[in-house]
T-cell receptor, first 112, second 114 residues
């Protein structure tokens, strides 16, 4: 399983765009990049997943460069409720019983 | 469609007692995963089960811990003779397809061992 490295914490203000970059230098050909969000006292929640280039949904965008050795989660116009821990995960989605490997995550604090 | 359900949400045990954590996967999901999270850390995989089968228990301590997912009823994570180091949040996740990257997590059970 490819190891991921992401910043420990990040502060932002309401209405700003938050970009969290995750490094995964040893990503394998079959690996997907997935981001989860976890609020205090709750289980993680799937945000977005991608393989290459750019993926966008109603919550976030995921930018993946051609070499796929990093990825950037972009949260547009954050609000106070976006304060959470964001985890970057890399793994083979086709692997049977894929066990998710969580790193330390990035603690995002959105200030008023 | 109810999400993943876990109970109890909070559990207090004294050292040496047993803890039983229950997880009901989302409707239609037959793959269940258990994770443990210590304070200020990410989740750590413990065990992966399908109905009546343990598929991967590589992350589960070999002593005192056991898990099951019977044909009927919820999945159960059982911790015997709990110690203070077992205090953590235990999360259950389920998926529809084996290996599906999107796992749906429950709210967790917070175990406190006194």
């Amino acid at each position: 399983l490819a190891k991921t490295t992401q910043p420990i914490s990040m502060d932002s203000y309401e209405g700003q765009e938050v970009n969290i970059t995750c490094s995964h230098n040893n990503i394998a050909t079959n690996d997907y990049i997935t981001w989860y969000q976890q609020f205090p006292s709750q289980g993680p929640r799937f945000i977005i997943q991608g393989y290459k280039t750019k993926v966008t949904n109603e919550v976030a965008s995921l930018f993946i460069p051609a070499d796929r050795k990093s990825s950037t989660l972009s949260l547009p116009r954050v609000s106070l409720s976006d304060t959470a821990v964001y985890y970057c995960l890399v793994g083979d989605g086709d692997a049977a019983g894929n066990k998710l490997t969580f790193g330390g995550g990035t603690r995002v604090l959105v200030k008023p | 469609n109810a999400g993943v359900m876990q109970n109890p949400r909070h559990l207090v045990r004294r050292r040496g007692q047993e803890a039983r954590l229950r997880c009901s996967p989302m409707k239609g999901h037959s793959h269940v995963y258990w994770y443990r999270q210590l304070p200020e850390e990410g989740l750590k995989f413990m065990v992966y089960l399908q109905k009546e089968n343990i598929i991967d228990e590589s992350g589960m301590p070999k002593e005192r811990f056991s898990a099951e997912f019977p044909k009927e009823g919820p999945s159960i994570l059982r911790i015997q003779q709990v110690v203070r180091g077992d205090s953590a949040a235990y999360f259950c996740a389920s998926s529809y397809i084996a290996g599906e990257e999107t796992q749906y997590f429950g709210p967790g059970t917070r175990l406190l061992v006194l």
